[in-house]
Nanobody, 120 residues
């Protein structure tokens, strides 16, 4: 079973940067898709960015030009570099790994989340 573990959250001022990392108990770089999601207080969990095994990348409109998702082969992580952070980026950030099961179906694994707070 794959267990994602997020790290790198914290408190940052508007305009600042943070880098989140998602590690896994198995080789995360073989996953079908790795996605970063954000859940703001009182809101649904929304996709922020994702990367597929074929390196196709997708961003939410609200973070395009500010966030970058990437694979770190040396650390075996999928990272989310967040620049020019805004108060509306505040929330709990979750990593979700989509993996192919032995039967050929898809399985989804969520991490516990890491808090990002953007405030002056």
């Amino acid at each position: 079973q794959v267990q994602p573990v997020e790290s790198g959250g914290g408190l940052v001022q508007p305009g600042g940067s943070l880098r989140l990392s998602c590690a896994a108990s198995e080789n995360i770089l073989t996953a079908e898709i790795v996605g970063w999601y954000r859940q703001a207080p009182g809101k649904l969990r929304d996709l922020v960015a994702s990367i597929t095994g074929g390196h196709m990348i997708n961003y939410a409109e609200s973070v395009k030009g500010r966030f970058t998702i990437s694979e770190d082969n040396a650390k075996n992580t999928v990272d989310l570099q967040m620049n020019n952070l805004k108060p509306e980026d505040t929330g709990v950030y979750y990593c979700r790994i989509t993996a192919r099961s032995q039967s050929g179906g898809l399985e989804f694994y969520w991490g516990q989340g890491t808090q990002v707070t953007v405030s002056s």
